[in-house]
C-alpha cells in the first residue's frame, strides 16, 4: 500500500501503477481504497495531499 501511495503521489495512474507493480487495475484501487479507510480521508486528492505532505513523492 504505502508503495501505491508513492506513485499516486507522484501522479500516476491507476493503470501506470499496476504496469509497474504488476498488480491489476483492481488491486490498485483496492489498495487506494484501503489507504484512503486507515487514513480516514475521502478522495484521491486528499490523499495526494497527504502524501505529499508526507514526503512520499521524492525520489
Known sequence: E???LRLVAKGMSYKQIAERLTLSHRTVQN???NTL???Q???RV???RYAIEQ???ES
Do not use: F, I, S
Open 2 to 4: 504505502t508503495e501505491v
Open 46 to 48: 486528499e490523499l495526494v
Open 31 to 33: 489498495h487506494v481504497q
Open 37 to 39: 479507510n486507515k487514513l
Open 55 to 57: 514526503g512520499l513523492d
Open 41 to 43: 480521508l475521502h478522495n
